[in-house]
């Protein structure tokens, strides 16, 4: 118990780390996906082959490579910047791919009739997105989006071990200073748990007020 | 996979001749920006020097193509390991919760919740650190608990997905709950399941590479032993160059599996009964759409 009073402010450091990098990342997640996902929709073929090729290439790269590409292989290009930021970079480049996925598949709920009458009834192209497509495409993505971002907080442990300060690298400076070690993982993992059970209840909350199943 | 230009979609109506006349524009322009994009990026690779033959040199030399090999062959081990195991586990702690009994039903709730919220590194870590087990082991465990819990919740949505019907003619032929189970239900549902399946052990391959970071001499360790010799003038880029396609190309291979089974298992007669998932790795949030199969 005395692992976590002795050294709370080592605990509240680690876990303020971990939820910037998973605010930060969810962030360029979600507006990277979004672009993508207007990619792999547009009646242009390139921008379609770009999004594809965004999407399959790093939903098949395993985020550690992608980690080790980014971290220490950008400075070699003489990009310096801090590994915070390249952790959000990696993380939300890698995140984007499934977001993309998540929205593109919420599109594609939309019934073609619904678009095809909002067009007859001669609504813009501009209104049609706005107006009838993205809020029920909205309503059929939340659970996707949601469980695509408890995964992005899980995956920011790997920031951790790239020296980044997040939750989980906290273990390395308490058991130097000779703490029980099982008991600086039980709270690591109380840490993660707060941040994913928080995510999820928020998802929760909006998947009630504006989820429908369909 | 991609949206038909020709046919008209909720978003865009079939283009008439100006509008496809404007879409040829953008699909130029877009066409000249991404070759832009590319050709940057091949300048500050030539820029920085990362194709001379120093840097390229040591993938001549035999001893590091195996030790190149020996790093792949170690994912690969810890894979299959992994693959058999949480396959197993899964199992287990499906039929745990699909049990008659209370108690079973619950211990199995809470490991598979419990095993699913946890970020994979932080077990992997805590058996690498805290039980002080080999990297290879703690790396396959932490896989397994991870994967098997996940794929506890995909056999389970599976067997609830299949037809009711099928359920209820069994019991009413006079099976036991076990026959039913065995003979009617778990064929169905392993057979809907099998994208998902297949899908969650590309996830479990991908995850291999975390046994990098507890230094299991896997593949990427392998690559980081070559890209931090000074000799050959740390040949970083060339080593992620030669690293990522394979690595990436192996995930990308599952992947194209899962989506064929999906594809086969659609048209096969033997799954009327119940709806194939799409090839999607498991979700982690209560509601998702995958792998809850839809009732046909």
Redesign the interface.
Known sequence: MNVLTDNFSIFAEGFLGTVELTVYASALALALGFVMASF??A??????V?G?VWV??L???????LF??VL??LP???LVLPFKVFAILALGCYTSAFICEALRSG?NT???G???AA?SLGMT?HQ??SM??LPQAFR?VI??V??TL??LA??S??A??FSVTEL?GT?KTL?ELGYN??WT?FW??VG??II??TI?AI??VL?KRW?VPR | ???N?VE??????I?GPHTRRR?RM??VV??VL?LALIGWVLY?LFD?E?FTYTKWMPFEYKGIQELLLRGLGNTLKAFAMAAVLSLTLGTVLATGRLSDHRPVRWISAMVVEFFR??????MI??IF??LKVQPLPALVAGLTLYNGSVLAEVFRSGVNSVERGQREAAFALGLRKTQVMTYVLAPQAVRSMLPTIISQL?VA??????G??ITYEEF?HA??LI?SNLDYDLP??PV?MV??PI??GM??LL?WFAQWVSRWERRSPKTEAVEVAPAEPG???R???PPTAPRP
């Open positions: 792999r929709v009646p242009v073929s390139s921008l379609r770009f594809t399959t290439v939903r098949n790269t395993p985020l550690t490579l080790f590409a220490l292989g070699r290009f003489g599109i939309v019934p073609k619904q678009g095809e067009r192209f049609t997105l009838v497509v059929s659970p996707p949601g469980s408890i995964a899980k995956n442990a790997i951790g071990a989980l273990y058991s070690i099982v993982f690591i993992a993660y748990l994913t059970l999820s998802f929760n998947e989820g | 996979m991609t949206a230009p008209s979609t909720a978003l865009y109506d283009p879409h953008y699909g877009s066409t991404i500050l920085t990362q919220a946890m970020p994979v590194l932080v870590f805590f650190v805290a590309v391959l991908k995850d291999t590479s975390l990098y970071l990427l690559g980081k890209a970083f880029i992620v690293i990522s690595y990436i995930c990308m992947s979700t982690l949030l509601g998702g759409v």
